[in-house]
């Protein structure tokens, strides 16, 4: 036997003879006899990925994890339904709308789903409300009012203290640098604010008329009476009444009578989330010791794109590398890209559209947008194969800002005068002690105008359309993922585990075919420690 093989055969005879304890566990830890409640706890900002630990299980399950574990439960006779518990009202409207479709999918596998929170705002009662039953204690409440899209303007204060931005742009609904130059909301912020507020309403509205079984019409009408106390949430059709917790594991009983804990029939049998995923579904299971199976790469983007090497944000050198070792590994099949990025750097946004079009060209990409894939976040996104962005994804932004402060005025108002020597005409344009000339400031739009002319072009390259089809939808303006998918910015609405259907498809992968998941960059536990592993698949799942 070669040195190779003896090698991998050691290693997965070590990882195999692991998942057999751990298989023990499971069995100990899962319920004895009849079945049990799925509880599974939210609150605030869901993480894309579970945040790694040292040893032991992660305090929270991300949303990846969360959306598997909520699947395999659907289609587990062992789990009578699922609890939510909503502990802080939740963030996100991409997040929330993948939660409320993975409710709505263990409703009808025939799962029961009940919801329990204390205080709901909109974007919890989004995924509440597709549940069986929705109770609250009765000091509780249900903070529903609307929607509100704001933002500050510091003009007036930065003129207070000589402090004057000279901002660029291309396109006339790049409006990111307003706020340094305005004194309000410009008429074309406005505008594409007021179109996402109108989407992200209607998808508020009907999440909740579908759910309550009420009129679209009188659903606007209840929101513009909130908010609501748990008592008058009940009467509006809002809950469906006021418990406590102990009551409410006894209606769990109720619901289900062969869930009650071993040696006491009044308390339910809840199974932790953390745990089932932990122990049944991430689990890799047994494997042949030289089976190779095929692989998916999972590659999360989060955060602002810059230059460089990092663990925060989207750094491009990190990331290309992850890109180009994914690119070379043959035994990975194809890769979902979850982007959830507001943009950044231009160059290095240009460099990863660069290092994504290149394993395209191999293997298929699906892009899954979060909350936000705009800008830089976009431009990545546009390499891709497949494209899929929630209703309440934010995204386009096909724009360029640039400039830079001059605190000129600053430093005559302190005393403060900054000298020097110059070599060259343009050698003080980038000087913070004055502003821009009028030959300077032409240099750098004409910089900005060269990456708005790439960026569209890559936009039409990858999205297929022409030039002046994508010059119609850029110029800066945001769009919501309802209306990108309609300008074919995207090819469709889902979320991650619906791009993972697509690239299993695209990779031709049968729904029966076994395949490994590796999840990229891999997040040590200790940040400033091992940054290499980043490069690395954080960890691995058998499908």
């Known amino acids: ?27 100990a830890a899962l319920p004895r006899r009849g ?16 945040p790694p630990r040292l040893w032991g299980r992660s305090p929270r399950l991300g949303l990846f994890e969360l959306l598997r574990t909520l699947e395999s439960a659907a289609d587990d006779p062992n789990i009578a339904g699922v609890v939510l518990r909503f502990e802080q009202p939740l963030e996100g409207w991409s997040r929330v709308l993948s939660l409320r479709r993975a409710v709505d999918h263990l409703r009808e596998r025939g799962k029961h789903v ?9 974007e919890s009662l989004v995924v509440a409300s597709g549940a069986d039953k929705l109770w609250m204690p009765q000091t509780g409440s249900v903070l529903l009012v609307g929607l509100r899209v ?81 008592a008058a949430a009940e009467s509006e059709g809002l809950s469906d009444g006021c418990l406590y917790p102990d009551e409410v594991e006894r209606e769990l009983v ?37 089976a190779d199976l095929p692989r998916i790469a999972y590659v999360v983007g989060m955060g602002t794109i810059h230059r460089g090497r990092g663990t925060r944000g989207i750094a491009s050198e990190t990331f290309r590398e992850i890109f180009e070792r994914i690119r070379r590994d043959d035994r990975i099949q194809g890769v979902v890209l979850r982007l959830d990025s507001p943009g950044g750097d231009g160059v290095a946004s240009d460099l990863l559209w660069r ?7 191999k293997k298929p990409v699906v892009v899954s947008m979060g909350d936000v894939a705009a800008s830089g976040g976009y431009y990545m996104a546009a390499a891709a194969d497949f494209v899929l962005a929630e209703a309440g994804t934010i995204t386009g932004s096909i724009g360029v800002v640039g400039g830079k402060i001059d605190l000129q005025g600053a430093y005559q108002r302190l005393g403060v005068v900054k000298d020097g020597v110059e070599r060259g005409a343009h050698a003080g344009i980038f000087s913070e002690a004055r502003g821009y000339t009028g030959d300077e400031r ?5 910089l900005l105008d060269a990456v708005y002319d790439s960026f569209v072009d890559r936009v039409a390259e990858g999205r297929n359309l022409s030039r002046e089809a994508v010059a119609r939808v850029a110029q800066g303006k945001i769009w919501s993922g309802v209306r990108a998918q309609t300008h074919g910015l995207v090819d469709g609405l889902g979320g991650p585990l619906d791009a993972l259907a697509e690239v299993r498809r695209r990779a031709g992968l049968l729904d029966t075919d076994r395949f490994l998941l590796d ?20 960890r691995m799942e058998l499908w």
């Not at 009940?114 to 709901?120: K, S």
């Not at 742009?169 to 406005?190: I, L, Q, Y």
């Not at 032409?442 to 004409?446: F, S, Y």
């Open 442 to 446: 032409a240099a750098v739009q004409g």
């Open 519 to 538: 999840f990229y960059p891999r997040l040590p536990a200790i940040p400033s420690l091992f940054s290499l592993l980043r490069l690395l698949p954080g």
């Open 254 to 290: 109720r619901l289900a009578p062969d869930t009650t804990s071993k040696g006491d029939d009044e308390l339910p049998q809840l199974l932790d989330a953390r745990l089932y995923h932990a122990l049944v579904v991430g689990d890799p299971g047994w494997r042949p010791l030289w």
């Open 35 to 50: 079945r049990a409640w799925l509880a599974v706890r939210l609150s605030g900002a869901v993480p894309e990925l579970a």
């Open 114 to 122: 009940i919801a329990y929170g204390e205080v709901l705002g909109a």
């Open 355 to 361: 290092s994504i079009s290149r394993v395209s060209e």
């Open 150 to 230: 704001e933002g500050f303007f510091i003009k007036r204060l930065l003129d207070r203290f000589g402090i004057r931005p000279e901002v660029l742009r291309v396109g006339s609904h790049k409006t990111a640098g307003d706020r340094f130059v305005r004194e309000s909301m410009s008429p074309e912020e406005r505008e594409q604010l007021g179109g996402l507020a109108d989407d992200l309403f209607e998808a508020l509205i009907d999440s909740i008329a579908t759910g309550r079984g009420m009129a679209p019409d009188a659903v606007r009408d209840v929101i513009d009476r909130g908010p609501f106390s748990a």
């Open 1 to 27: 036997m070669a040195e190779h093989d003896t090698s991998r055969f050691f290693r997965r005879a070590g990882a195999n003879l692991g998942r057999v304890f751990r298989k023990a566990a499971a069995r």
